[in-house]
């Protein structure tokens, strides 16, 4: 299955220049379409250059209980500024174990230099030397919790790991298996630039019966706490933790992704503001091009949202 958009304009938390492209693809037997398949199933978002083009790689995991098609809008906003990104549906049923989702993961990435260049238009290559990893939620564990492994390794090299709203657990005691956050200071031991972003509503409770979506003691405040320079840190106020979703998700999972946090006005401009980050971030550290992410350093650029917190460390 495949869907389409089209762009022109170049400000990062706008549509890029590239129209884009969605493709899901099934795990399992291989076919004609599909010759080498995937370990799990996958959302692709990639950019349709009018000529031949060679394009950054971000491999993107979902938060907890949530489908990788509720990030479409989120991903081609992503492509559109010329990136391949590849989103595996990592788990439809889930215990508090992690351990699964991270081999997972790492299978997912060892794939993609045999098996993600058959899915891809003839004129879209992708760079293989420079891949990212990002994730939000549980899925910002995930994605942690692999760049950190020192029993798991991947075929490819990492170059730049992302957390939206990470999330390790319930509280401060009680994290999810395999914990991540060691709560010393600047202790990750990741070869890596870090962007970390966080939500100001994620850590409130939307209702006096479930617990925050992203607790304190177990969010992105600690994750970036635990980060070793270079690491930027950005947190956005009045937005919550499944804001940066589709505007409409399907199904009981996506009407209750409406209702069990507490959200924002609306999910555009969280969406816009993620997905523009990421672009700047992929960019400085996969790209050579600084120019945006020094821009909203210094404040000179104009945002869809207001940050409580800019940290970088450089």
């Not at 890029?16 to 080498?36: C, D, N, Q």
């Not at 657990?169 to 870090?194: A, C, E, I, R, W």
């Not at 609306?266 to 992410?293: C, H, Q, W």
Request: proline residues 8%; glycine residues 8%; contains cysteine.
């Amino acid at each position: 299955m495949s869907s389409f958009t089209t762009s022109t304009t170049s400000n990062i938390f706008e549509s890029g220049k590239y129209a884009t492209k969605l493709r899901m693809v099934e795990a399992g037997t291989s076919s004609h379409e599909v010759p080498i398949p995937p370990p799990k199933p996958l959302l692709i978002a990639m950019p349709l250059p009018s000529q031949d083009g060679e394009f950054p790689l971000l491999v993107f995991c979902h938060g907890f209980l949530l489908y990788n098609s509720f990030y479409s809008q989120l991903l081609q906003h992503f492509a559109s500024h010329g990136f391949i990104v590849v989103a595996p549906q990592l788990h439809t049923v889930a215990g508090p174990d992690t351990t699964e989702e991270i081999k997972f993961t790492a299978q997912v990435i060892d794939w993609l230099s045999e098996g993600l260049q058959n899915l891809l238009p003839l004129h879209v290559k992708a760079s293989l030397s420079k891949v990212g990893l990002a994730g939000h939620s549980r899925g910002g564990k995930t994605s942690f919790a692999l760049a950190l492994s020192k029993e798991i390794n991947t075929t490819l090299k990492l170059s730049a790991l992302i957390g939206v709203d990470p999330v390790d657990g319930m509280d401060k005691g009680k994290q999810t298996p395999p914990p991540v956050l060691t709560y010393v200071p600047h202790s990750f031991d990741l070869d890596m630039p870090v962007m970390v972003i966080g939500s100001g509503l994620g850590e409130v409770k939307r209702n006096p019966l479930f617990p925050p979506c992203a607790p304190k003691g177990v969010n992105h405040e600690d994750f970036f706490k635990e980060c070793k320079e270079p690491a930027c840190y950005f947190v956005v106020e009045d937005y919550g933790h499944l804001d940066m979703l589709d505007d409409e998700t399907k199904g009981i999972r996506g009407k209750l992704s409406h209702c069990l946090c507490k959200n924002g006005k609306s999910r555009e401009p969280m969406r816009k503001f993620v997905g523009g980050i990421m672009v700047a971030f992929m960019k400085a550290y996969l790209g050579g091009d600084n120019t945006s992410l020094i821009a909203i350093k210094n404040k000179s650029e104009t945002l869809p949202v207001e940050l409580k917190t800019v940290e970088f460390r450089l």
